[in-house]
């Protein structure tokens, strides 16, 4: 087992980020430039954040079966997180109903992480080779520049969703 702290450490980091910015937008009100500004470096972040802990983690820790179940449940959570962010997008934000939605997203949001870092990483450590985190150190960094350069707001209802 190789020493995996540096990689959770470096997305425990990400996640304080997300944390700080789910605060500062539910201190905002209504369709102001602050809640409009914050809100798209949030979605940037988590959607960048997202693609590139799938291709650096999730992708390594489905190769290893103890922790495939735990793979495939983090995986889908990013899809649904994923869709919350495109109906908020798609909600106008001086509506009192979006607040309710952001806060919705706010709780599951914060349930994934934590999960993430008081369970998954923790299992996950006791997989890992020093070939894994050197891979993951590398695509991780690469990867999250260029996801969350390209990332954007993708404004769609969750009910006009696909699944």
Same mark, same amino acid.
């Not at 972040?45 to 291709?55: C, M, R, S, V």
């Not at 290893?64 to 990013?78: G, L, N």
């Not at 962010?85 to 949001?109: I, R």
């Given at each position: 087992?190789?020493?995996?702290?540096?990689?959770? %450490? +470096?997305?425990? /980091? %990400?996640?304080?980020?997300?944390? =700080?910015? @789910?605060?500062?937008?539910?201190? !905002?009100?209504?369709? !102001?430039?602050?809640?409009? *500004?914050?809100?798209?470096?949030? #979605? &940037?972040?988590?959607?960048?954040?997202?693609?590139?802990?799938? /291709?650096? @983690?999730?992708?390594? $820790?489905? +190769?290893?079966?103890? !922790? *495939?179940? =735990?793979?495939?449940?983090?995986?889908?959570?990013?899809?649904?997180?994923?869709?919350?962010?495109?109906?908020?997008?798609?909600?106008? $934000?001086?509506?009192?109903?979006? @607040?309710? &939605?952001?806060? *919705?997203?706010?709780?599951?949001? +914060?349930?994934?992480? =934590?999960?993430?870092? %008081?369970?998954?990483?923790?299992?996950?450590?006791?997989?890992?080779? =020093?070939?894994? $985190?050197?891979?993951? +150190? #590398?695509?991780?960094?690469?990867? &999250?520049?260029?996801?969350?350069?390209?990332?954007?707001? !993708?404004?769609?209802? &969750?009910? %006009?969703?696909?699944?």
């Amino acid at each position: 087992m190789a020493d995996s702290k540096e990689i959770f %450490d +470096r997305l425990k /980091q %990400d996640h304080d980020k997300h944390r =700080e910015l @789910l605060d500062k937008i539910l201190q !905002t009100s209504g369709e !102001t430039d602050e809640r409009k *500004t914050l809100f798209e470096e949030l #979605t &940037k972040e988590l959607k960048g954040h997202a693609a590139a802990e799938e /291709q650096a @983690l999730y992708s390594t $820790m489905l +190769r290893k079966p103890p !922790t *495939t179940d =735990e793979t495939r449940h983090s995986v889908a959570e990013h899809h649904e997180l994923d869709e919350a962010l495109n109906d908020l997008a798609a909600t106008d $934000m001086s509506e009192g109903g979006w @607040l309710t &939605k952001f806060k *919705t997203f706010d709780h599951d949001y +914060r349930h994934h992480i =934590e999960e993430e870092e %008081d369970e998954h990483f923790p299992d996950f450590a006791k997989h890992l080779t =020093e070939e894994d $985190m050197e891979h993951m +150190r #590398t695509v991780f960094e690469r990867r &999250k520049k260029e996801e969350k350069a390209e990332a954007e707001i !993708t404004p769609e209802k &969750k009910e %006009d969703a696909k699944e």
